[in-house]
């Protein structure tokens, strides 16, 4: 064998990371939905075109079948934002909201000293010669 193996499994970083379990989960759930009331359409819509008794029943039920898809997208989609709100969103500021950031952070603090510099007391001479206090 040559020293230049190649490797069975090579771990190759995503751009993306997974969808959270529950996410992930309402989501195969409503795929799995959908694609059953796409068949059951197809089949309401072939059985429409012989005249067959079983059109009218199939028609209401995949309306049915539509409603429950509907919720399954919405499921989804409620299931991702509550996982957001629950768990967070990990953001990063970018540079220019953080440069504006930093320059109100001086400016407060630079109001506060001068505030503070404003209300200070003037202070003695030092070096012995002030006058001293009776006591």
Do not use: C, N
């Not at 799995?32 to 012989?50: K, N, P, R």
């Amino acid at each position: 064998m040559s020293s230049g193996r190649r490797e069975l499994w090579v771990e190759e970083p995503v751009g993306r990371h997974r969808l959270p379990d529950p996410v992930r989960t309402a989501a195969v759930r409503a795929v799995l939905i959908i694609s059953l009331t796409l068949i059951q359409a197809v089949a309401a819509y072939l059985f429409t075109l012989t005249t067959s008794w079983l059109a009218f029943p199939l028609v209401l039920s995949t309306v049915g079948s539509t409603v429950v898809a509907t919720w399954g997208v919405l499921d989804v989609w409620v299931t991702r934002q509550v996982w957001k709100q629950r768990y967070g969103v990990v953001s990063e500021p970018s540079s220019t909201a953080r440069q504006l950031r930093r320059e109100r952070r001086r400016a407060r603090r630079a109001a506060r000293e001068a505030a503070r510099i404003r209300q200070r007391p003037p202070r003695a001479p030092r070096g012995g010669r002030g006058e001293l206090s009776r006591a």
